[in-house]
């Protein structure tokens, strides 16, 4: 069993950036992939971003280039850094450990 805790949300303005962060519990947190979604209101949650264990990346085509996925496996934690950040990038963001355990979400805004 894997628990997840995201943290890092909140209010921005268009262009401003954001870093979230998801804290695992856990001693097999190096062995999983790891991926943040969201999902904004009224709409099906979608997938942001990837990292692998040996940390490679893939990301949703209309984050690349603005947002930055990676992992500390010394700290149990990945990451989610989100810059140049746009309206339509606020939802709940979510974390996902070994496409099994999510995380509770954290919000984030962004405003015009």
């Known amino acids: 069993q894997v628990q997840l805790v995201e943290s890092g949300g909140g209010l921005v303005q268009t262009g401003g950036s954001l870093r979230l962060s998801c804290a695992a519990s856990?001693?097999?947190?190096?062995?999983?992939?790891m991926d943040w979604y969201r999902q904004a209101p009224g709409k099906e949650r979608e997938w942001v971003a990837h990292i692998t264990s040996g940390g490679s990346t893939n990301y949703l085509d209309s984050v690349k280039g603005r947002f930055t996925i990676s992992r500390d496996n010394a700290k149990n934690t990945v990451y989610l850094q989100m810059n140049s950040l746009k309206p339509e990038d606020t939802a709940v963001y979510y974390c996902k450990a070994g496409g099994r355990y999510w995380g509770q979400g954290t919000q984030v805004t962004v405003s015009s």
């Open positions: 856990g001693r097999t947190f190096s062995r999983y992939a």
